[in-house]
T-cell receptor, first 111, second 116 residues
């Protein structure tokens, strides 16, 4: 069983809409949670990190963490075609900073 | 912010030759670096974990004698693909982890390896 699960997509949303990306994880002891964006042919880039329950907002991005339900989500407001990419959820299973990645969700924002 | 430099960004080599890829953390010390491989339209696959001053830990199915990893300093790790074959053609990405708790993982720009 995978430790970090994501729907592979593609998730298609119209330009200007809110894109909602979800991730579940199996290790209840996970401490740190990250969202990476990867454009085709490029390496992942960190866009959000979250460590405590609740919401964390950064510009058009909001990360949501619910440790009791073991899920973390990423909301992208006012989606733009340039947001089209694969979004990777990463979870640190313990304080030792080892990360486990989900398989990624491909997002397509249509003009 | 933290920067990880990976070199070369693209390399084409003949079958049977070896290729070395460098990964450097530019403004932080990285006791741990990770090497990933990604085939087209697939997710990142962790190949090995590189720890400064010790032997790398390889994931199941990754040949340690074929993919040589050296992490000689707190800012440099190298991956050498030995006796490369066309099936080794892939996108290789390194990442580095800072020493502070909850440090995020920062990725290099990746190396596109093509073996002819």
């Amino acid at each position: 069983q995978k430790e970090v699960e994501q729907n592979s997509g593609p998730l298609s949303v119209p330009e200007g809409a809110i894109a909602s990306l979800n991730c579940t994880y199996s290790d209840r002891g996970s401490q740190s949670f990250f969202w990476y964006r990867q454009y085709s042919g490029k390496s992942p880039e960190l866009i959000m990190s979250i460590y405590s329950n609740g919401d964390k907002e950064d510009g058009r991005f909001t990360a949501q963490l619910n440790k009791a339900s073991q899920y973390v989500s990423l909301l992208i407001r006012d989606s733009q075609p340039s947001d089209s990419a694969t979004y990777l959820c990463a979870v640190s299973p313990n304080a030792g900073n080892m990360l486990t990645f989900g398989g990624g969700t491909r997002l397509m924002v249509k003009p | 912010g933290a920067v990880v430099s990976q070199h070369p960004s693209r390399v084409i080599c003949k079958s049977g030759t070896s290729v070395k890829i460098e990964c450097r953390s530019l403004d932080f010390q990285a006791t741990t670096m990770f090497w990933y491989r990604q085939f087209p339209k697939q997710s990142l696959m962790l190949m090995a974990t590189s720890n400064e001053g010790s032997k790398a830990t390889y994931e199941q199915g990754v040949e340690k004698d074929k993919f040589l990893i050296n992490h000689a300093s707190l800012t440099l790790s190298t991956l050498t693909v030995t006796s490369a074959h066309p099936e080794d053609s892939s996108f290789y990405i390194c990442s580095a982890l800072g020493t502070a708790d909850n440090s995020p993982l920062h990725f290099g720009n990746g190396t596109r390896l093509t073996v002819t």
